[in-house]
């Protein structure tokens, strides 16, 4: 399924956006939505080196395995 969105680039961005589509023949919504990908997966690795952080600081807490099956009845 595709969604339709309409964004707002800054003026070098989207000068760049448009290079390179011409240049690699590709939809410039097909680069954004690669380019997206990628910088979402960099995302989930911060977030996870920061809830890594506060768990080593002890800012937070793990729930066992056992508890959370219990919990869901599993």
Do not use: C, W
């Not at 290079?19 to 680069?31: M, R, W, Y």
Request: glycine share 4%; hydrophobic share 35%.
């Amino acid at each position: 399924m595709v969604k339709r969105l309409n964004i707002t680039l800054d003026k070098e961005v989207a000068q760049e956006l448009e290079h390179i589509s011409k240049e690699l023949g590709e939809k410039k919504s097909k680069l954004i939505e690669k380019a997206l990908t990628f910088y979402f997966d960099y995302l989930d690795i911060k977030i996870a080196e920061e809830r890594l952080k506060r768990l080593e600081e002890g800012k937070t807490q793990t729930i066992p395995a056992k508890e959370v099956y219990r919990e869901l009845g599993l």
